[in-house]
């Protein structure tokens, strides 16, 4: 049987989505009362890091290690894979001997290509297109916050980028309309956009499209990878930071979330991101919970 993988999130049906969502919840229930719940052990988890991390390094290790399994920091610059092994050939070797495998690195196309040659669960922990499990972590907070995100306003202010395509898988799965703020040129994918137009509109005016938001999220206008545009960048984002101002737009209860890292006083006011209506702290530590609902349903399925 071919395992299962999450490359984005829509290799979830809504349903699973959703049943996964409450579950991250009870996780976090299961892991403040302090109740020893190891349904991984002995499991292993291959952490294979083209680019950077603390949320999803930490995040990813410390769930393996609660649910009694363990987790390898694999860095590309100390593997194979980074003196040129295959992606084909270091897929079926690593997945031999492990339970699953994720991968934070630059091309997605790297992701799909693993996943295709490994007989384990692969999870994508970001590439340049996509970043779902920041997702789950984002919409378990919301739904913690607030409820049912399903009919609510989401705005993403700033640039199209991996976040703000699984922004707009999240609209589809969990039904909620997406309206995109960001600078001519710096548009999400085109195709998704187009396949979800239903739910997805794309504006060049944030303080437009934060009328009435119930959740304004936003992220830095330079990805990793992007570092030598930062300058460029900084120009031609000039009027697409979330600052209170932009926040007063929104619905009185609209939450502000952000991935992490922040940059404040570039794509988001140090006012705003530390704020009571930013829930970025709880947004973090949900990656915690919602990775392990995501490694409970993918190795155990
Ligand atoms: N949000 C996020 O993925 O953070 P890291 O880059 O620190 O893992
Ligand atoms: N868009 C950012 C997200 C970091 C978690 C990046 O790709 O660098």
Known sequence: MSPRH????????SNELKQLLLRASELKKIHREGTLFQ??????????????????????EAGMAQFGGHALFLSSRDTQLGRGEPVEDSARVISSMVDAVMI????????????????????NALTDDYHPCQLLADMQTYQEHRGSIEGKKVVWVGDGNNMCNSYINAAALLDFQLVIACPKGYEPSPEL????????????DAHQA?????????????????????????????GFQ?????????????LFMHCL????????????????????????????????????FLIRH
Do not use: C
């Open 210 to 238: 934060a009328t009435g938001a119930d959740l304004i999220v936003t992220d830095v206008f330079a990805s990793m990878g992007q570092e030598d545009e930062q300058e460029q960048r900084l120009q031609d984002f000039d």
């Open 261 to 296: 890292p922040a940059h404040r006083g570039e794509e988001v006011s140090a006012e705003v991101l530390d704020h009571p209506d930013s829930v970025v702290w709880d947004e973090a530590e949900n990656r915690l919970h919602a990775q392990k609902a995501l490694l409970e």
């Open 193 to 204: 956009a187009a396949e979800h137009q239903d739910r997805v509109t794309i504006l060049h």
């Open 6 to 13: 999450f490359l984005t999130l829509k290799d979830l049906s």
């Open 104 to 123: 934070r690195t630059f091309d997605h196309k790297t992701v799909e290509t693993f996943a295709k040659y490994s007989s384990v669960p692969v999870i």
């Open 39 to 60: 349904p991984l052990k002995n499991r292993v988890l291959a952490m294979i890091f083209e680019k950077s991390s603390t949320r999803t390094r930490v995040s990813f």
């Open 242 to 254: 979330v600052n209170a101002d932009l926040m007063s737009k929104a619905n009185p209860d609209a």
